[in-house]
């Protein structure tokens, strides 16, 4: 299959999983991760018609997607992979969605860039819903005082919540106390679900999910 069967095969099961859980068609947005892919690699996928895309990396991002941005004006680019606090410079100027605001100091920094920059990118909370060390996110308990203090203290307009389930669980009631934290916070969106649970994520109310290797392929 090529890129673009591929991209329509996932926004075909995208839609179904929105019928069976009983929620509007188009309430469930395809976040494409083009991580370690080329311009050249994402150009075919803008061309069949997806405009949403998802990357790990500031540095890898500013080497493709100005270009592609200049070229195709309503693209919008969310950073899905940890920000360190001296990329978010770059970040807040090229990204339109920010995913992993994770902890005070990395809230700080974006409130002052923002300011600096004139430019508001959306932002979401990550939150680490299996505690695991390795991963990045605050911890579920600690979810609505962190969006408390980035709102009331920072005046950071928090849209949402993130979370990337651990990989040998199943996701289901991860996204499900995702979705749980969103409702006691009054946040709408919820970032959750990738190439190999994005259905279930949908049925516990995912707004986006993030699919790179259903779409480009393996890396």
Known sequence: ??????????????RTAEQQAKRPS???????????????AIRPVIAAGQRT????RVQESQG????????????????????????AAEAVALFDVI????????????????????????LYVQVNT???P???GIAPQETAAFVTFCRAELGLAIEGLMCIPPAEENPGPHFALLAKLAEECGLEK??????????????????????GSAIFGDR
Do not use: C, Y
């Open 64 to 87: 493709k997607w100005p270009a592609l941005k200049a070229e195709f004006a309503d693209i919008e680019l969310h950073l899905i992979g940890p920000l360190q606090s001296n990329k």
């Open 99 to 122: 995913e992993t605001v994770d902890r005070p100091k990395i809230a700080r920094t974006l409130a002052d860039e923002m300011t600096k920059q004139g430019r508001k990118p959306r």
């Open 134 to 136: 390795q991963k990045a």
């Open 190 to 211: 919820l970032s959750m679900g990738m190439s190999g649970d994005f259905e279930t994520a949908i049925r516990f109310g995912a707004t986006s999910v993030r699919v």
């Open 130 to 132: 299996g505690l695991e």
């Open 26 to 40: 188009g309430s469930a947005t395809l976040v494409a991760v083009s991580k370690t892919f080329d311009a050249d």
């Open 1 to 14: 299959m090529t890129r673009e069967e591929r991209l329509q095969d996932v926004l075909s099961r995208i």
């Open 53 to 56: 895309f998802g990357e790990n």
